[in-house]
């Protein structure tokens, strides 16, 4: 069973945060080393006030056994005293005293959970309206005669999306506050403790948190003038969503940060006056008992929340409403937003992968790959020709975005690659090539295609021993101007110093004086691997990726993963 929280030790946060000496802050509390300790086993972080009427009812239930819960969404574990659940999972709620925070159990797991994250269910097989229905039923004379808005009367459908819609303009008023106090209560003191953080650390371990507040403080407005306060059921939010759709991708860096963040955050909390240096803001904020790497995870989970609540929504609200193709819409662009997301995450996870792949090609020239490219879209073998020698040329061709790299294997050591040269894809044009023929080179072709440049003044006959392989080649070639087009329409870049970075990790990774080689498991799977294609729709388990603490990776890194030239 859970243990109730200690107290926090009486300090004067004000003193710890302006002070630039810690010495003889601890004087009335015990030594450092007792504190500091004191704040480390302090795990159990939330006692926030609860309550009410629907409390009481629940813990009624809870005292005879038949109370649980079905998680609506992940709970990603921060704490040691939190329990991880995944949508789907059954709960069985142990105590619910607290508003926000109960205590639960899965199998031998306890711990608390977000009361939000999940629906109750009576004995299993009672679904929530039915509960919702029990505890209206209890309380319905004194709703009436409040003259509360949800009276008596309304049908369960119209009351279900009325309780969707509180809950959005809940929880968003809770995730302004939850932004306002980090950027207040933490952001604020770190600027002013020149000695104790730099701007590029404060921009490790925030992100860009300031930049998700100022666009939530916006979006908030938005939802609060389309909210209707007498009649819930009856506001149309889900324009706010499609107006709000692309500024919702600034998540994109938020998210792609957030394990840097952690790891820089985990170093200096290893140091002590940053223990007390954080645990001091907070409560000067009058912030809940949360830590700050708890308060850091909330946008990455907010963001994969929205389509979830949207499809909530969707789910109880009928096609006559006046909302409804809204919400609908909202839905898809929210999905799109959250594969969006994932699809940048998995782009910059790969550059690392990318940059080695370089640094194990014999004799490279020119510019960087990462200079331009950011994502092995196909490779395999093709018979290269070209004017105006038109003579054969077995060459291993590696389509990144925009380029085209082709290499020479080898003659003793088929795993060694030697670089060749590369072709600009924004310059080519990809001509489909009838078998017999071909007028350009004056020779008889089969499973050929062109790359040409549009003045026709550079044509490349390339030649796949298969009819299958010369389609795959196709498609991937028609992948990787889509691909471009997308991340022109996105605004997908990546950054000097990530680029600068992999390079430099890469370069690590092969130190002077070791032979650098490609694999023969490496070049046998690039032989075998299938055409990789861009999704086109979004899963629902795929929008609450980015809120689990380890993302499984796609299967066509699966295999490169664990070869020489791909390992970190």
Aim: aromatic share 8%; glycine share 6%; with cysteine.
């Amino acid at each position: 069973m859970k243990t109730k929280p200690k107290p926090c030790p009486a300090l004067n946060p004000k003193a710890i945060i302006q002070s630039k000496h810690s010495s003889g802050l601890v004087d009335e509390v015990g030594s450092e080393d007792d504190l500091y300790n004191e704040f480390r086993s302090s795990s159990n972080r939330f006692r926030h006030p609860g309550g009410g009427g629907e409390q009481l009812a629940i813990n009624e239930l809870i005292s005879d056994g038949s109370v649980c819960a079905e998680a609506l969404w992940d709970h990603v574990t921060m704490d040691d005293q939190e329990l991880g659940f995944k949508a789907g999972d059954v709960i069985e709620v142990v105590d619910a005293t607290n508003k926000e925070w109960w205590w639960g159990r899965v199998l031998d797991s306890e711990g608390w959970f977000p009361a939000s994250f999940v629906r109750l269910r009576v004995n299993q097989d009672e679904p929530m309206e039915e509960y919702l229905a029990h505890l209206d039923g209890a309380s319905e004379g004194g709703r009436a005669s409040m003259g509360g808005p949800l009276g008596p009367g309304l049908p369960c459908k119209e009351q279900m999306r009325a309780n969707v819609i509180n809950e959005i303009m809940n929880t968003e008023r809770d995730y302004i506050k939850h932004l306002k106090d980090i950027c207040e209560g933490y952001i604020k003191q770190c600027r002013k403790r020149t000695d104790m953080f730099t701007e590029e650390q404060l921009r490790t371990i925030f992100g860009n948190i300031d930049e998700l507040y100022r666009f939530q403080k916006k979006f908030l407005k938005a939802l609060e003038k389309k909210f209707n306060k007498d009649h819930p059921h009856l506001s149309e939010i889900g324009s706010c969503f499609l107006e709000h759709q692309t500024n919702f991708q600034i998540y994109s860096e938020y998210c792609n940060n957030h394990p840097n963040a952690c790891v820089q955050l985990s170093k200096v909390m290893k140091i002590k006056k940053y223990v007390f240096f954080f645990e001091a803001c907070r409560l000067l904020q009058k912030m809940i008992d949360i830590s700050l790497d708890g308060f850091l995870l909330t946008p990455v989970q907010k963001i994969c929340k929205y389509p979830l609540q949207l499809a909530e929504l969707l789910k109880y609200t009928n096609p006559q409403h006046r909302d409804y193709k809204d919400v609908e819409a909202a839905l898809n662009a929210m999905k799109n937003v959250a594969r969006l997301i994932n699809e940048r995450k998995r782009r910059l996870e790969n550059i690392d992968k990318i940059a080695q792949w370089q640094s194990s090609i014999e004799d490279w020239e020119g510019e960087d790959i990462l200079s331009r490219s950011s994502d092995l879209i196909f490779s395999g073998d093709l018979t290269k020709i070209s004017q105006p020698q038109a003579k054969g040329q077995q060459r291993m061709f590696f389509l990144f975005d925009h380029q085209l790299v082709f290499c020479k294997k080898d003659l003793l050591r088929r795993d060694i690659l030697y670089y060749k040269g590369r072709l600009d894809m924004d310059q080519m044009q990809v001509v489909d090539v009838e078998d017999g023929k071909d007028k350009d080179f004056n020779m008889s072709v089969k499973n050929a295609l062109k790359l040409c440049s549009p003045g026709g003044e550079e044509v490349h006959l390339l030649c796949a021993k298969k009819p299958e392989q010369k389609q795959r080649w196709l498609r991937a070639f028609a992948d990787e101007r889509e691909q471009v087009q997308h991340d022109l329409e996105t605004g997908f870049t990546i950054t000097e110093v990530q680029k600068k970075q992999a390079m430099l990790n890469a370069s690590k990774s092969h130190p002077t004086g070791k032979p650098k080689a490609v694999t023969r498991p490496y070049y046998d799977f690039l032989l075998r691997q299938k055409h990789p294609t861009l999704p086109t729709s979004l899963p629902q388990q795929q929008v609450i990726m980015l809120a689990e603490p380890k993302r499984k990776t796609s299967n066509f890194w699966h295999n490169i993963g664990r070869l020489t030239p791909f390992k970190k």
